[in-house]
């Protein structure tokens, strides 16, 4: 059962405009969320995270969002650049476990 | 290296061949996680080191999976009596605590024939 879903699996956005991957999750546990960016043949790197006790984290060009009562949260990125395309996953955990949830991933493109 | 780093890269085994996956964390983390990554899927959690504790391995599929990490720093995840169910990317990830994000690293790709 995927407690973490991501149900786009592609996103393609011209440089410069504005990328938005979504996620969302089923558990009301979950207080804590994580970005990770994957290029081909490496691991997952961290990217941006969000506590519960947040709706807005920002850094740089990444922002992430998170919609508790939806049991949603989303990454904004803007300006979106070609080396941003690659595989984004979002990931959930509580603070009485251990493990981290991942989604499915979406690959993001960002065409010149 | 700074990072965390794993080997081998690459492992192709004939069915039923046990395999060893070694994972070196970045110095000084006390949480060493193991997860599979199935074609097309996201990682998925199979067990959590606190220093050389093992504290959680409800993520193991089956019985034919081991990890230790004996003096809480290097781990070693292996495979008996390997399966072709068994390919699969086999990420390492690392964290100074167990709230913290985690560090991955580059992944053993195993490929069972």
């Known amino acids: 059962d995927q407690q973490v879903k991501q149900n786009s699996p592609s996103l393609s956005v011209q440089e410069g405009r504005i990328s938005i991957l979504n996620c969302d999750y089923t558990?009301?546990?979950?207080?804590?969320f994580l970005w990770y960016k994957k290029y081909p043949a490496e691991g997952p790197t961290f990217l941006i995270s969000?506590?519960?006790?947040?709706d807005k984290n920002e850094d740089g060009r990444f922002t992430v969002f998170l919609n508790k009562s939806a049991k949603h949260l989303s990454l904004h990125i803007v300006p979106s650049q070609p080396g941003d395309s690659a595989v984004y996953f979002c990931?959930?955990?509580?603070?009485?476990?251990?493990?981290?949830?991942f989604g499915t991933g979406t690959s993001l493109t960002v065409i010149p | 290296g700074a990072g965390v780093s794993q080997s081998p890269r690459y492992k192709v085994a004939k069915r039923g061949q046990d395999v060893a996956l070694r994972c070196d964390p970045i110095?000084?983390?006390?949480?060493l996680f193991w997860y599979q990554q199935a074609l097309g899927q996201g990682p998925e959690f199979l067990t959590y080191?606190?220093?050389?504790?093992?504290?959680?391995k409800s993520g193991l599929p089956s019985d034919r999976f081991f990890a230790e990490r004996p003096e809480g720093s290097v781990s070693t995840l292996k495979i008996q009596r390997t399966q072709q169910e068994d390919s699969a990317v086999y990420l390492c990830?690392?964290?100074?605590?167990?709230?913290?994000?985690?560090?991955f690293g580059p992944g053993t790709r195993l490929t069972v024939t």
């Open positions: 990830a690392s964290s100074f605590q167990l709230s913290y994000e985690q560090y």
């Open positions: 558990n009301s546990m979950f207080d804590y």
């Open positions: 969000i506590s519960s006790i947040k």
């Open positions: 990931a959930a955990s509580s603070n009485t476990g251990n493990q981290f949830y």
């Open positions: 110095s000084g983390h006390v949480s």
């Open positions: 080191f606190q220093n050389e504790a093992q504290l959680d």
